[in-house]
T-cell receptor, first 117, second 111 residues
């Protein structure tokens, strides 16, 4: 079974703090993703990475950055947390499909619920 | 970029009846359409997917249909059961590794 582990289930931070959300997958997947989930807004893509040290912006990258130094680990960084970043953050990974079709099943972590006061 | 619209946002059906959730997408280059189910307090999990070279796919009580011309796809759940209560997300991808989700449908199965 694929296992995607997010380091913290619940975090409470103060406005202006730097926040690190860590995600580790154990199935040697090439692709990793960070989504945020808000009621009524679904799952919105923040950043994704298809290889070590590679990153691509998703739909809502503002206020976030990412780091992928090792294949199994993908970190989401909030340089200066703000109250509008209070949300559930979901990490996911997927296998690089063969050929030109690069899509594949997303395996999600349990989520990290961040509250910014 | 791709935009996925999903309707309805909430759906209540009697146990044993069928449920249908509909999605539209904007990018005609999209070629992969997965559906994810998220039970309360749990992570989303893939339940069925369809690629653009087929029009319909079925797996026991769930089926997905795709109309490429109209750019819409639908999830059909027959003989609904209490364990079908969850939030369902449709998504679309055009093979560049970005999977874009709809806003979700909360399905309630009424006893």
């Amino acid at each position: 079974d694929v296992k995607v582990t997010q380091s913290s289930r619940y975090l409470v931070k103060r406005t202006g703090e730097k926040v690190f959300l860590e995600c580790v997958q154990d199935m040697d997947h090439e692709n990793m993703f960070w989504y945020r989930q808000d009621p009524g807004l679904g799952l919105r893509l923040i950043y994704f990475s298809y290889d070590v040290k590679m990153k691509e912006k998703g739909d809502i990258p503002e206020g976030y950055s990412v780091s992928r130094e090792k294949k199994e680990r993908f970190s989401l960084i909030l340089e200066s947390a703000s109250t509008n970043q209070t949300s559930m953050y979901l990490c996911a990974s997927s296998l690089w499909a063969s050929g030109r079709v690069k899509d594949g099943e997303l395996f999600f972590g349990e989520g990290s619920r961040l509250t910014v006061l | 970029g791709e935009n996925v619209e999903q309707h309805p946002s909430t759906l209540s059906v009697q146990e044993g009846d069928s449920a249908v959730i509909k999605c539209t997408y904007s990018d005609s280059a999209s070629n992969y359409f997965p559906w994810y189910k998220q039970e309360l307090g749990k992570r989303p999990q893939l339940i069925i997917d369809i690629r653009s070279n087929v029009g319909e796919k079925k797996d026991q009580r769930i089926a997905v249909t795709l109309n490429k011309t109209a750019k819409h796809f639908s999830l059909h759940i027959t003989e609904t059961q209490p364990e079908d209560s969850a939030v369902y997300f449709c998504a679309a991808s055009k093979g560049d590794d970005k999977i874009i989700f709809g806003k979700g449908t909360r399905l309630h199965i009424l006893p």
